[in-house]
């Protein structure tokens, strides 16, 4: 999000080049949360999805994470 503001920002006609990406993209129904949004032909999750979804993998796969917390907590120890 902050990204688009920056390029509408450096843009004087925000309007035109924007048609291409539009047609380029088509509306998708997430297969998750079953919400309309707006993706590439494959994509199957909206953008929440989509990052809650890597979220929950990334946990899955550092299933180690007591290491992590445990020193998360050490830390926080320390800050308090
Ligand atoms: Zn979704």
């Known amino acids: 999000m902050d990204e688009e ?5 450096g843009l004087t006609t925000s309007k035109a080049p924007r048609m291409e990406v539009t047609t380029m993209l088509c509306k998708e129904i ?8 707006i993706g590439g032909a494959n994509a ?3 953008p929440e999805c989509r990052i809650r979804r890597q979220r929950e993998s990334a946990k899955r796969r550092n299933l180690s994470q007591i290491g992590i917390n445990a020193r ?7 800050d308090a």
Do not use: A, I, P, Q
């Open 72 to 78: 998360k907590k050490k830390r926080g120890d320390n």
């Open 30 to 37: 997430c297969e998750d949360c079953g919400k309309l949004f």
């Open 44 to 46: 199957y999750f909206c």
């Open 5 to 9: 503001s920056v390029t509408s920002v």
